[in-house]
């Protein structure tokens, strides 16, 4: 008889309630923050055996570093805050990551429309 495989999406469900906790987190601790109240978290991904978890945020602020720098600069303290709200034994690390995708489509649908 072979054997059962198991398919498991546990990776995407702990990164699926990593994002809605820590967007509830930016928007509860720092939402008076210019600078963090402008970014919205778009996706998760989880790496590492649930070790890591990155995010991926968008922002309208053309200041992309220093979004950055000020994301990781409160990592550590979002994460302790992840920490109390998680109901788990271990709590992954986290990193913040821009999400340029909306840029890259707007550029896609300029050169098709250069086209005609």
């Known amino acids: 008889m072979p054997k059962k495989q198991f398919n498991s999406n546990r990776g995407e469900r702990v990164a699926s309630k990593v994002q809605t906790l820590v967007a509830e987190i930016l ?22 055996g ?4 990155r995010l991926f945020y968008y922002t309208r602020n053309p200041d992309i570093p220093a979004v950055q720098k000020k994301l990781d600069d409160i990592t550590r303290s979002v994460r302790f805050e992840l920490a ?13 990551a821009y999400d340029d995708t909306l840029e890259r ?7 098709l429309n250069n086209l005609k």
Do not use: T, W
């Open 50 to 53: 649930l070790q890591f978890v």
């Open 105 to 111: 489509a707007a550029r896609i649908d300029e050169l």
């Open 27 to 48: 928007r509860d601790i720092y939402g008076d923050d210019s600078i963090v109240s402008g970014v919205s978290l778009v996706g998760a991904d989880s790496h590492g």
């Open 84 to 96: 109390a709200r998680m109901n788990q034994k271990y709590v992954p690390d986290i990193r913040f």
